[in-house]
């Protein structure tokens, strides 16, 4: 059951995020409370078997790729490691499905959705603004609907999902970061809807420059 009296880290941006919406390019938007269910599994066990039985679909076993069925999403995080992303008030269910399924096989499954928050930047200016602090080739050649990595963006440490071709990305970012992505990922997108300014970008440079994140 979802508590409504809970208040998501980036509660107090939300007016900044309609602002930089404003602009048909971009959309800043924190999707808060996603159900987040880690799941570790044997590769020679049972486990996957009985697990994706009880999701109703394969888990991705191509590095960096991600299935779905019925809005849940599954990500490839490593070679017996995945993470299960699902809407608000899921979590309960999933973990219980899940850890039923793989009873009595090796494995773990674990909630994790306490841990992270979630953006969502969309879009055709939503890569631009990426690239301005990630490493990652996001080319559509390289990174589209269906790739997620582990990556960091402006030396934050997320879980970078492409939801789909518009392109529209997903963050998960951890609570604790959360502020100083968001206002970096606010910053940026100002830049980009308007490359004659440079008051964003230096300003952007001096937090990435005066802040230490142990990621």
Excluded: K
């Excluded at 990305?169 to 830049?191: G, K």
């Amino acid at each position: 059951m979802t508590d409504d009296r809970r208040t998501s880290p980036l509660a107090h941006l939300a007016d900044a995020f309609a602002e930089a919406s404003a602009d048909a390019a971009i959309a800043l938007a924190e999707r808060p409370f996603l159900a987040q269910v880690g799941v570790r599994l044997h590769p020679g066990d049972d486990g996957p078997s009985a697990v994706e039985a009880a999701l109703g679909f394969a888990l991705p076993a191509v590095p960096n790729t991600v299935a779905e069925r019925d809005r849940r999403r599954a990500l490839w995080l490593g070679p017996d490691e995945w993470l299960v992303v699902a809407p608000p008030g899921e979590e309960a269910v999933l973990e219980v499905e899940l850890a039923e399924a793989l009873r009595g096989g090796l494995g773990s499954v674990v909630d994790l959705s306490a841990n992270r928050t979630a953006i969502e930047l969309t879009g055709s200016g939503a890569r631009a603004v990426l690239a301005t602090g990630c490493a990652l080739d996001l080319h559509p050649r390289a990174f589209t609907a269906g790739r997620c990595a582990q990556t960091l963006v402006a030396r934050a440490q997320v879980i970078l999902d492409q939801l789909d071709d518009a392109p529209a990305y997903r963050l998960l970012v951890r609570a604790s970061f959360a502020d100083y992505l968001a206002t970096w990922l606010l910053d940026a997108a100002e830049e980009v809807q308007d490359p004659s300014s440079r008051r964003s970008a230096s300003r952007r440079q001096r937090s990435v420059r005066a802040t230490s994140l142990n990621v």
